[in-house]
């Protein structure tokens, strides 16, 4: 019986293209809108490390001074040197790492090669193993080296395609800043969206192509980038930052359990009051311990405009969808007699409105094909964009069965009110009427 | 024309009057309200940044390494750019409009304050009012003795008294002492009291994190930058000029110390480009959401509409043999769509009323404007006639003797 009805389907559609096609490219333009947008949103706020980062966590401290004081205000969104190294010294949690972001002049061995800037983050051994950073060559560093401030180094794998051909590079020396470094891992590709460990330098830059320990940064005073908040004394001068009152590091823990998740919490409300009864910090406690996607939560990561494309697609589809229901319910009335025969025939009602459905399910199948070609131009043209989301715009499977989805249900929807209403031809009235 | 006979035959066709409608109000909903994005997108590209914009290139350079005497370094650098033909100033400065890169600071009106008054940015570097080509309103530049080092600021806790001076905009002035002339007022920087000596028109701060109410709140100070500290050139030169000058500034940065980086160098048009370039997208899509929309509709009118053209023909006929002329035939769709339409915008200005209020909940947008209101009903009064008027030709083209024929 399918196999009929699709044939009188195809048959009613072709006898009107102009309108098959109208419906058609109604539901491809509505379809093709809302994936993309949708697309664009589910990749910006998609978990940037699946499986991992439900383990990881942003502690928070509070230790300004008085100035600018307000209950039940946020703690500052970094935390200083001296807590920062307290903490990690601590070792509390299953893992840590104490980081910030810079830029590092690389001096190439090749003389062909002039020196050239690179994105670098200054961080603690921990940061490899706790973010489960895969690499192509070699490791990270290890704890030793962070004491020893050791002039090592870890590259991303396009920073070593460029500058080695993508050969494993580990042992080489690479001349960063006018010192030595020693390779000691090359990382495989990885690029978390967002770049959560660091909003300051972009929610979804690429990830940098230089790793050096946090110690060494410090001990080769090598610039810094991204985001500082002083109070009191403040810095005093990027060479002294160990001992100025400003917050300018992101500290990560990974807490394998809830429980002590909780307990690590009741740490930083110890740690709070500790520092207090020294004197250091002035402020009642004030902590937080946000998770990874709590903390993207918190940071309003996903641009409103991003939403607000979602919504101005959705409305695009609706209107689509209103204008292809009412095209069909059209087409569908004025077949009135034809259906009338058929009823008259002994086709019951239930087969007519099998049968309108079916040609309703063509178009939107036509409409959804159509709709996902229309959205792979869109996200092509999203790619095109300047922003530094757009690289990441790429439709996943869970996305392409999504569409699908969509545009069945929406012609689905779109055509049963049509056929409902035409199956309800009363057989003599239509049969007398001409 | 008589419209009873048009409604009474709408009432025959409610459910496919419904549909159009609809689509009708749904489109001029959101066409009305993305008019109105465009627009604030459009005006927040328009932005006055205060600065001679044709005449500006960056440079940007970094040293490689540790480079002592910063301070000689950097004089003959600055001597080697003004060297350039064409340039008309060149400095050094900490922070460049449109940048998103900035130096802020909290500011206090009295120093025991608990909370700072507002957030302003900060200007560092030798003559950037005349540099950058900012207007001088009221008072006076920095005296040449006012300038300290950078590095001095830093390490010294306090400001000398007769350093301590500030030049600031317009709208900083008027939003932190309104009605009164900033001229001699003071302003707190952490515990260091600084005068008001200079009122400049505008000078844009070079990131908007703070919202774009905030874009005027800036300080000029007399603090001098060196390439220890600071790595941008600012270079002004006549518009035709600019692509050489920056070409001849990179090489003679280069020259002067080659174990340096040249990172960038852009005109300060092209920096503005790339800092709006996310609301030119933006605008660039909602105007073609707009125009999808309305062809979308349009094709869906003509599509209903030579269905009902087709479904009375023989209506028609008989209208015509009985003496209705094409006027009276073409009219009759005409105004049964603008009815379908008018009553369409009317729920569409409800609905566009309802979405401004939902995205002035979820967004910070301002209210919709009541001028957005007319023009999209003219619009889509204007879209209903035109796609309408394919089928009303066709219509009353119908000829009398179908009538007589039976279908």
Redesign the interface.
Same mark, same amino acid.
């Given at each position: 019986m399918f196999h009929y009805y699709l044939d009188l389907a195809l048959r009613s559609l072709k006898r009107n293209k102009m309108?098959t096609a109208?419906m058609v490219l109604?539901i491809a333009?509505g379809i093709g $809108?809302s994936m993309t947008t949708l697309t664009v949103l589910h990749v910006l706020s998609g978990d940037p490390l699946p499986g991992r980062s439900a383990q990881l966590y942003y502690p928070q401290l509070d230790p300004q001074d008085?100035?600018?004081? +307000?209950e039940g205000g946020d703690p500052p969104a970094q935390v200083s040197w001296i807590d920062g190294m307290n903490l990690l010294r601590a070792k509390r949690a299953d893992r840590q790492a104490l980081m910030t972001g810079g830029?590092v002049?690389i001096?190439p061995a090749q003389a062909s090669m002039?020196?050239?800037?690179e994105d670098a983050r200054y961080t603690t051994a921990d940061f490899f193993p706790m973010f489960d950073v895969p690499f192509l060559y070699g490791r990270g560093w290890g704890g030793a080296d962070d004491e020893a401030k050791a002039r090592v180094v870890v590259i991303s794998r396009k920073l070593n395609d460029k500058l080695f051909g993508g050969k494993d590079s580990t042992g080489q020396t690479l001349r960063i800043?006018? $010192?030595a470094f020693r390779i000691v891992g090359v990382l495989d590709s990885w690029r978390p969206a967002p770049h959560f460990y660091d909003l300051n330098t972009g929610s979804y830059s690429d990830n940098e192509g230089v790793f050096v320990p946090l110690a060494t940064s410090r001990d080769l005073?090598l610039?810094r980038n991204g985001s500082m908040d002083c109070w009191g004394?403040?810095?005093?001068?990027?060479d002294n930052l160990e001992a100025a009152t400003c917050v300018w590091l992101q500290f990560w823990v990974r807490l394998d359990s809830p429980a002590k998740a909780a307990a690590y919490m009741d740490y930083l409300l110890h740690y709070s009051q500790e520092q207090k009864a020294l004197g250091r910090f002035v402020r009642p406690p004030n902590v937080r311990l946000n998770d990874l996607m709590g903390w993207l939560d918190v940071n309003k990561v996903v641009?409103?405009?991003v +939403?607000?494309?979602v919504w101005?697609?959705f409305?695009?589809l609706?209107?689509?969808l209103?204008?292809t229901?009412?095209?069909m319910? $059209?087409?569908f009335?004025?077949r009135g007699p034809e259906l009338g025969v058929r009823r008259a025939l002994g086709a019951s009602r239930h087969a007519v409105f099998a049968q309108l459905l079916v040609e309703a399910g063509t178009i939107g199948l036509a409409g959804g094909i159509a709709g996902l070609l229309l959205s792979l131009l869109g996200l092509w043209l999203v790619r095109k964009?300047?922003?530094d989301y757009a690289a990441l715009a790429h439709l996943d499977v869970a996305m392409l069965l999504v569409t699908f989805l969509l545009a069945l249900a929406a012609s689905l929807l779109a055509g049963l009110?049509p056929a409902w +209403?035409a199956c309800q031809v009363t057989p003599a009235l239509q049969l007398k009427s001409? | 024309m008589d419209i009873l006979p048009i409604l009474s035959t709408l009432r025959r066709h409610k459910i496919t009057a419904l549909l159009v409608i609809l689509e009708i109000a749904l489109t001029c909903a959101i066409v009305c309200n993305a008019v109105f994005l465009i627009g604030q997108r459009l005006e927040r590209m328009q932005m006055p940044s205060g600065v001679a914009e044709q005449e500006l290139v960056q440079v940007q350079a970094a040293s490689i390494g540790k480079q002592p005497g910063a301070n000689a370094r950097t004089q003959e650098d600055l001597a080697a750019l003004r060297q350039i033909p064409g340039v008309t100033a060149a400095t050094l400065v900490n922070e460049v409009p449109f940048t998103n890169s900035s130096w802020n600071s909290g500011i206090k009106l009295d120093p025991t304050q608990k909370q700072a008054t507002l957030n302003a940015t900060m200007y560092f570097g030798e003559n950037v009012v005349g540099t950058f080509g900012a207007r001088l309103i009221a008072g006076r530049d920095f005296q040449a003795e006012e300038y300290l080092d950078f590095d001095t600021v830093q390490k010294a806790q306090k400001v000398p008294p007769q350093n301590a001076v500030v030049m600031i905009t317009r709208a900083l002035g008027e939003k932190l002492w309104p009605g009164q002339s900033p001229l001699g007022k003071t302003v707190y920087l952490g515990e260091d009291a600084i005068r008001v000596v200079g009122l400049v028109e505008a000078l844009i701060r070079p990131a908007l994190f703070g919202g774009d109410a905030t874009a005027q709140w800036t300080l000029i100070l007399p603090v001098r930058m060196n390439t220890g500290n600071a790595s941008r050139y600012v270079l002004r030169a006549a518009p035709g000029e600019r692509e050489r000058v920056m070409a001849a500034a990179g090489a003679a940065l280069h020259k002067a110390d080659p174990h340096r980086v040249i990172l960038e160098k852009k005109t300060l048009e092209q920096i503005r480009r790339e800092f709006f370039q996310n609301d030119r997208a933006m605008a660039g899509l909602l105007a073609g959401v707009c125009v999808a929309l309305l062809v979308v509709t349009a094709l869906g009118i003509v599509g209903l509409g030579s269905f009902w053209v087709a479904q009375r023909r023989r209506q028609i006929g008989v209208r015509r043999a009985l003496g209705a002329t094409r006027a009276n035939i073409l009219h009759y769709f005409q105004t049964e769509n603008f009815l379908l339409a008018t009553i369409g915008i009317v729920l569409g200005m409800a609905l566009a009323y309802g979405i401004n209020l939902f995205l002035m909940a979820h967004y910070e947008l301002p209210r919709l404007p009541a001028v957005y209101f007319p023009v999209g009903a003219v619009a889509l009064w204007l879209i209903g006639q035109l796609a309408v008027l394919g089928p009303a030709l066709r219509a009353a083209a119908v000829p009398p003797v179908v009538a007589t024929r039976s279908v």
């Open positions: 309108l109208l109604a333009l $809108a008085m100035d600018g004081y +307000r830029a002049p001096q002039e020196p050239f800037f800043n006018d $010192a005073k610039s004394k403040g810095s005093g001068g990027e641009p409103g405009d +939403r607000l494309q101005l697609a409305g695009f609706l209107v689509c209103v204008n229901v009412g095209l319910l $059209a087409k009335l004025r964009q300047p922003s009110l +209403r001409n | -």
